[in-house]
Every structure is written in structure tokens, then in C-alpha cells.
């Protein structure tokens, strides 16, 4: 039999009524009647040996529900701090649009006051034209054209101390719960 007809099914096991897997073929025609934990358990046996199975039973079931509770509690705990980063991720894209907006407004003041006079000689400040300033902006704008984000992948924060998230979190008050 080759691994790829090899797959994962349940069945119930019929000492402790506990559903559990087990490796067989796709079309499998044999069952396991009990799940391994029940395998030494006697259905048959005297008084005490099923009273003996049946507090294993409880035994393992109590085990299970304790499982079943700290992976709830894992749950909610990975669930909030996805939370917690979605509201940060929001935030930082809140704050990096202002501030973009805010650089344009500045820029388009400044510009405003160095454009070319009437007078092609001078700019509006007094200065020659093409005046620093001016000279500034196109330098600057020849060096660092408009980036195209096209290409962008995003990559998840990072939660270190040393990473720009964690400090903003720290700053910001809002540090994960341990």
C-alpha cells in the first residue's frame, strides 16, 4: 500500500464512547472497535475492572476538557493580539496618511510663494529665478522620483523591543498583556 492511499479516519470507540483517528486505507473495511487509550480496558471483565476502566475514562476525559481550555484560552489570547495589531496597523496607516498630507500642504505652501514672477527674471520671493528653493524641489524631486508602489508586499510587524511597533506600543500605552 503506498502512502498516498494511506489517510486519517475516525471512528468512535466503543469502551469510552470518545471519537479518536487512526492511519488506514481510503476504503477501509476493518475498523478498530476501541481507541489505543482503551486498548488493555476488559468490556468483559469483573465489577472492578470496569469500574477501573470507567475512572480512566474520567480521568482522561478530564484531561481532554483541560486540553480543550487552554487551547480556548490560547485562542482568545491569539485572537486579541491579531486584534491589537490589525487596530495598530490601522493607526500607523491613519498616521502615515497625515503626514503625507500634511508634507504635500507644506510643499504646495512654499511652492506657492517661489514661483516664477511675471517678470521671468525673478522669482516671487526677490531671489533670481530660478531661486534656491525652486532649485531645491527639482534637485530633490530628480533624485527621488514618485515611488510606485506596485510592487509592494507586506510583511507582518514584528513584536520585539527594539522593533519601531514596540515602541510606538510602549509610547502609545498599549503593550500586549503577558
Do not use: N
Amino acid at each position: 500500500m503506498s502512502g498516498k492511499d494511506v489517510v486519517d479516519l475516525k471512528a468512535t470507540c466503543v469502551c469510552c464512547g470518545m471519537e479518536f483517528a487512526f492511519k488506514g486505507p481510503r476504503t477501509a473495511h476493518v475498523v478498530p472497535k476501541r481507541c489505543q487509550h482503551c486498548g488493555e480496558h476488559k468490556l468483559d471483565g469483573s465489577a472492578a475492572e470496569r469500574i477501573a476502566a470507567l475512572e480512566d475514562h474520567a480521568t482522561s476525559a478530564l484531561r481532554l476538557a483541560r486540553s480543550a481550555m487552554d487551547k480556548a484560552r490560547q485562542f482568545a489570547k491569539d485572537k486579541e493580539t491579531a486584534l491589537e495589531d490589525h487596530k495598530m496597523s490601522q493607526y500607523r496607516s491613519y498616521q502615515s496618511h497625515k503626514r503625507r498630507e500634511w508634507a504635500e500642504k507644506m510643499l504646495s505652501a512654499v511652492m506657492a510663494v517661489h514661483t516664477d514672477s511675471e517678470s521671468d527674471s525673478t522669482c516671487e520671493c526677490g531671489l533670481l529665478a530660478p531661486c534656491p528653493t525652486v532649485r531645491a524641489a527639482e534637485e530633490f524631486e530628480r533624485e527621488h522620483p514618485h515611488p510606485d508602489y506596485s510592487s509592494f508586499v507586506y510583511e507582518p510587524p514584528r513584536d520585539r523591543p527594539g522593533h519601531p511597533l514596540h515602541r510606538l506600543r510602549r509610547r502609545l500605552g498599549t503593550e500586549p498583556r503577558s
